[in-house]
């Protein structure tokens, strides 16, 4: 059927509303136009009809049997249309990506990689979200996670990710007080520190300057310490030469290989704590969910820890995710 285009729907929407309120003004407020443009679109309905709609009194109007019937019929089809309307709405948001991850590991690490994937998967409706603090996959309702450590449970698939290593980082403007040679050497620097508020919101215990340099023995009698409660705050601080901080290889490899910032020691340290990525198995087969997998796996290849570094004695505590 063709004829319907040769209908007139957008008076249909007037009369619709008229119809309901019984009022010409009070659709005219409904549907933000003035009394008068309603009047009109009742008319063009009714020359379309060749039949009255209403009944006009002094006072108030009402239906006249044809209007009745063309109310019913409007007021289905309208109805229908708003149903399809929420169900393609619906069926959209479905189709959206939402990828959880800290806050850290998206402005550090994220940030520099996803115009690859965008620009590599236009049809992908990818809404990414950062926290501080390591998702929990069973209640966030992320499609994907990047969990800090993660404690299995039915209904989920992680797949590991990479190993935390952990080091020295500082820029090329920083200017130290003596040659730095061995981890000794740091204790009389300006040490870059995050404070206990920014550990509390994670599931891991602290692992600072008095962990990263009691694995070489070193005591932590530190000449002076500047403290952070954000990291990415920390890392911009250490890029512009303010002192040196402990860089996890995940997030400040980037910078490491831009130049911005270099490794006055060679010594690393490995946590023993491991990120995953967690899927619920809900999602796995969907096919965005694998195509933005797959393409994070490429990404987090060149983070395995180098062979030199140091096993370290961490203690480790699992999210109960």
């Not at 509390?200 to 002076?224: E, I, M, T």
């Amino acid at each position: 059927m063709s004829n319907y285009r040769r209908l007139p729907l957008s008076a249909l929407r007037a009369f619709e509303a008229a119809a309901r309120h019984l009022s010409f003004t009070k659709a005219a407020n409904e549907l933000s136009v003035t009394q008068a443009a309603v009047s009109r679109h009742i008319l063009t309905l009714e020359d379309h009809l060749d039949i009255q709609l209403f009944n006009r009194g002094n006072q108030k109007v009402s239906l006249s049997p044809a209007g009745e019937e063309l109310f019913e019929a409007a007021t289905l089809s309208l109805a229908h249309i708003a149903a399809a309307f929420d169900s393609v709405k619906r069926r959209e948001r479905a189709r959206r990506l939402t990828v959880g991850m800290p806050m850290s590991f998206a402005t550090l690490f994220m940030s520099h990689r996803i115009g690859d994937f965008v620009a590599n998967n236009p049809d992908v409706d990818l809404h990414l979200v950062s926290l501080e603090r390591s998702p929990s996959p069973a209640t966030d309702g992320f499609d994907v996670s990047v969990v800090m450590g993660y404690l299995a449970r039915p209904g989920f698939t992680a797949t590991e990710l990479f190993a935390e290593e952990v080091f020295p980082v500082c820029s090329k403007s920083y200017q130290p007080n003596a040659p730095i040679v061995t981890p000794d050497d740091l204790v009389n620097e300006v040490l870059l520190v995050m404070d206990d508020q920014h550990w509390s919101a994670y599931p891991w215990s602290p692992f600072d300057w008095v962990h990263w340099l009691g694995q070489f023995g070193v005591s932590s009698d530190f000449k002076r310490v500047i403290t952070f409660n954000n990291y990415p705050t920390m890392m911009q601080a250490v890029i512009r030469g303010h002192g040196i901080g402990l860089g996890w290889r995940h997030l400040v490899n980037d910078f490491l290989n831009e130049g911005s910032l270099i490794r006055p020691l060679a010594e690393s340290c490995l946590t023993g704590r491991k990120h995953h990525l967690v899927i619920p198995d809900t999602a796995i087969e969907r096919q965005d969910v694998q195509i933005f997998r797959n393409w994070l796996m490429t990404q987090v290849v060149d983070l395995n820890p180098s062979p030199s570094s140091t096993e370290g004695d961490i203690e480790t505590t699992q999210p109960g995710q």
